[in-house]
């Protein structure tokens, strides 16, 4: 395994995000798989929203909708999958919460002081939206959690030196909130490029979030190191991976 490990100063705190080689075709059956009694692995079915998913022991112990992203899970108890959301957050630990990544940012986001976690799937619709700053909205709301006391981490993703629109995006981003025109250059006549990782950090902190972290990593440009739905259309895709430990 060749992940980057994150918030490694934390005890029983398991935070992730896969690299190519470690394959997530394979490696979201085989953390099921090793789950044990207690535990649980989320994965939400993504659809660019910004609506972020609590999950408690209420939640854990309903109804479930039926396995489709891995339907060989299926009979794997722990193994659970979520409609149309694309953050989760949850303060139970064992449960492993997991996002997947083909140049979309992962926005981490962990309270120690509360012991919550939380994690979103920020394409650039999800970016646009805000779901960075809903995301630890949601804990402060759920858990009490404290804007100066959430450490938050933006993962590898497509960046600024690749991220191309056209005028009808842009326009988007900038109906959504004016503020984004800072992020967004001219590449050339017909297109404009965007920092969606400053997007995402611009929402934490209008959330009060100090404690930023950036990986700067372009998943469109480390070829070696990323799968890139722009680059090659690639189907495989990074895991976003966080979990308080029992
Ligand atoms: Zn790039």
């Keep these: 395994m060749n992940k980057i490990s994150l918030f490694g100063q934390f005890h029983k705190l398991t935070a992730f995000f896969s690299l190519k080689p470690d394959r997530s075709f394979d490696l979201i059956p085989s953390i099921a798989r090793g789950l044990e009694e207690g535990e649980y692995l989320v994965k939400p079915h993504m659809v660019h929203g910004k609506h972020v998913q609590v999950i408690d022991e209420e939640f854990l ?19 659970i999958e979520v409609p149309v959301t694309d953050g989760l957050v949850t303060d139970v630990p064992g449960v492993g919460l997991v996002t997947t990544h083909g140049d979309c940012i992962a926005v981490f986001a962990y309270d120690p002081v509360k012991r919550a976690v939380g994690v979103a799937h920020a394409g650039w619709k999800g970016t646009m939206l805000g779901i960075a700053g809903e995301l630890v909205k949601t804990m402060k709301e759920q858990y009490g959690s404290k804007a100066e006391d ?14 191309e629109v056209r005028e009808d995006v842009k326009k988007q981003f900038l109906d ?16 404009f490029l965007i920092d969606l990782k400053g997007v995402n950090k611009k929402y934490l902190e209008l959330e009060g979030i100090e404690y930023i972290e950036i990986n700067e990593d372009c998943t469109y440009c480390k070829e070696d190191l990323y799968w890139s739905y722009r680059r090659s259309k690639d189907m495989d895709r990074m895991l976003a991976y966080i979990r308080l430990d029992k």
């Excluded at 489709?68 to 299926?74: F, R, S, T, V, W």
Aim: charged share 30%; glycine share 12%.
């Design 61 to 79: 112990g309903g109804e479930h909708i039926k396995a489709e992203g891995y339907p060989e899970l299926a009979d794997v108890p722990g193994y």
């Design 150 to 163: 959430i450490y938050t981490y933006i993962s590898p993703g497509i960046d600024k030196c690749h991220f």
């Design 176 to 191: 959504t909130a004016e503020w984004t025109g800072k992020y967004i250059k001219r590449k050339d006549e017909e297109h």
